[in-house]
């Protein structure tokens, strides 16, 4: 895992690290599907206008022009940009398609994203993710936000990572909380309590004081709320401890209950409050959710998202949402760097079709058609060469099996792994269950 | 399918379209993988030096850059481009990563390619291809331009579309044949050729003798050689007819009667020896491969490729290749757009587990969790509406049974479509497996 990639910030797998992401991506997708959701792609670019709607990201935003188009200096809002991410281009596209969709529509959608920030452990300038949504049209019953937290930690079990664990807040619970003891700029508390994890509560509590001026009081209030992290519902009595009464208060208090209520029977241990989740974007009006790996927190969140009443809007018909977004890339550069897991071997192939001498190519390959039709993938030798080469050419590939038809028609199949030999009958013959398609194995 | 998309040129599916692309892509994946091509992903950005190496397209190429970046004026070597195909970024990828590569390495790549053609009917800006290539160390045996042929001729008999024709010629057969007759400047004759089609023999006689130099007598061996077309091997004799004798036309006459030979009898019909075949990318040396849906020829190239003898080299090592694209979007348009295939319904969902009070959720999630783990798509709904209401969402999104447990636990399950209704076990109940997984079925 020492190669660099040739572009920092654009990994490429080798065929090997790609098994283990495409398995990862078989797992989300089946997940997904098996959960009712429909695969949505949307373009790649969508006009700067739409991408900075909703403001303080443009640094990071890939444009794109025609190389011999004159007119490439001035960007106007027409002008193209490729997506961040892929909640922006679904809420373009939920109000474009409108007409045609059933609400609650579901959708997963896993795509390329691109940003242009300075590449690290963990942030790439292209990477994949994998995202799922339900959108109402005018209104969206709560109970999607348990339901998505429950998808997602179904389908993060499935992957071949360490323990995990979804960390869920509402938006309004802090909000009505800050509102409650006085403070109203709740996008400012929310962007200082953002940095909890990073400077620590002094610092936190020293932001409060000069940026929002709130009084000592207040900011320890807040830093209080912020230090509760449950597994269960007890943060209620926690938050009701601290004696503050709001009405939004109790509005997210009842919310946040009935998610880990409903989550902490379903995938104990998996999902816990923590009322320190503060998201950065603007948009959520509810439930945010962030994901760390255990063990690996610095790695930084891995699945995040939330509830948004108004991200699309169309004339005076709102669609609220709520969904959660996997960062496929950051999780499978993870999981190749430590080793978490590894493909069985690096081709498809489980049989290599040698050649006796070179006019038996294509009987060689009715033995392979007669084999592929069951599901097997095989491939043939291009030259006769000698056996050994033949055999090295599978070897070298981990290909398992090797096929040999002598040139009175006889058919055997050795398993180079273990050496052993047998008569064979392309009609019929099939590898281990274990052995057909190359599998992704967690290691250690 | 009278939708526009939003941004001409770069199409987006409804969910019931995508489906019939995700079978598409689903399709090749296995046959692919059957074959033993293993999966490659390229990062969507290359140099534009990389891109424009091989020259002549550069006005398709969109350039990528930051967009708060001042320095977007000139766009130098290093400035980055979304690739316009994938064979450019396979060639480098190939390059940087041959130590970890065993050779001949066969890999199959599906993904978004992007030029900033002016769209129409089967051109779009943004569109996925789906690449076969085998690439060797120095040298590349033959037979593998009979086998490309051969997998992609399985490739595309087990997609929803018509009845296809794989035209195969030979640059070697055309260019030993031009100098044969006296015509030196093959990628000028190549290049009149090409427009056969287009423009007709006699104008293109026209531009052989004008822009060439070429005699009339000339002109007509050039149009007599283009105007071969034989499902069988017989086009040899009737090049040889023609009475031109070089070493490099035997050469491609001996070759390309190879892949006919072996192709026409492992895929009758489908695969023609054509030598007006000419593909415009002057860095195939051998084989070329077009494609075309028969009754559909106006659409173009629906899958295209050949042999490169020198794409990628390092140093004084050089990696020899042959391969194929098709051109996914191009089909699955003319597929919608023709009904020639449709998704048997919208959504994933084979069962829509009602709530018989708002209380149930939980207990509905149970059942759903038992059908799921029999890897079945199962929703639960949202609400405790009325029981007709839930039945209409299940309809409205074709999904074709409905759970129901009453408050005493009994479970029965509805199939909506025919009215039916009986008792069943969330530990065992399973529907037909056609109803399983929505299916993609021909049309008409």
């Not at 409650?180 to 940095?195: A, C, H, M, N, Q």
């Not at 503060?278 to 439930?287: E, F, K, P, Q, S």
């Amino acid at each position: 895992m020492a190669r660099k990639s040739s572009l920092s910030g654009f990994p490429e797998w080798l065929p090997q690290e790609r098994l283990v992401e495409l398995h990862v991506l078989d797992t989300l997708r089946r997940t997904f599907e098996l959960h009712g959701f429909s695969s949505v792609e949307t373009r790649a670019v969508e006009t700067v206008g739409q991408l900075l709607r909703k403001g303080e990201i443009d640094k990071e935003v890939y444009a794109v022009s025609r190389l011999q188009d004159e007119d490439t200096g001035a960007a106007g809002d027409d002008s193209l940009a490729l997506h961040f991410d892929l909640t922006v281009p679904f809420a373009r596209y939920v109000v474009e398609n409108a007409g045609h969709l059933a609400f609650p529509f579901r959708r997963y959608q896993i795509q390329k994203v691109w940003r242009g920030e300075r590449p690290q452990e963990g942030r790439a300038r292209e990477f994949t993710q994998a995202d799922i949504d339900v959108v109402g049209d005018g209104a969206l019953p709560f109970r999607y936000d348990i339901e998505l937290a429950l998808v997602i930690a179904e389908a993060l079990s499935a992957l071949p990572i360490p323990d995990f664990q979804l960390r869920i807040n509402n938006r309004k619970l802090a909000e009505g909380f800050y509102r409650g003891i006085g403070l109203t700029d709740t996008p400012g508390v929310l962007r200082s309590i953002d940095k909890l994890e990073k400077i620590g509560p002094a610092k936190v509590a020293e932001l409060l004081k000069t940026e929002l001026g709130a009084t000592a009081e207040q900011a320890e209030a807040a830093l209080s709320l912020a230090g509760i992290r449950t597994e269960d519902t007890s943060f209620v009595d926690r938050v009701r401890a601290l004696g503050v009464e709001d009405p939004l208060l109790e509005e997210g208090l009842a919310e946040l209950e009935q998610v880990i209520a409903e989550a902490s029977k379903r995938a104990p241990g998996k999902v816990i409050a923590d009322l320190s989740i503060a998201r950065g974007l603007d948009y959520y009006t509810g439930t945010v959710y962030e994901t760390v790996l255990v063990g690996h927190e610095a790695l930084g969140s891995i699945c995040s998202g939330g509830r948004y009443d108004a991200l699309a809007s169309k004339g005076n018909r709102t669609f609220p949402g709520v969904g959660l977004s996997i960062g496929v890339t950051r999780l499978v550069t993870r999981i190749l760097s430590q080793d978490f897991a590894a493909a069985s071997r690096q081709v498809p192939t489980a049989v290599l079709v040698t050649l006796a001498n070179d006019d038996s190519w294509s009987a060689a390959q009715d033995v392979a058609a007669a084999l592929r039709g069951r599901g097997i993938p095989v491939e043939v030798a291009a030259t006769a060469e000698k056996f050994g080469k033949q055999i090295k050419f599978a070897d070298r590939r981990g290909i398992p099996f090797v096929w040999f038809t002598s040139e009175d028609g006889a058919h055997e199949v050795k398993d180079i792994r273990s050496g052993e030999q047998s008569a064979a009958d392309p009609s019929s013959w099939t590898p281990p269950v274990d052995d057909r398609w190359p599998a992704v194995l967690p290691q250690g």
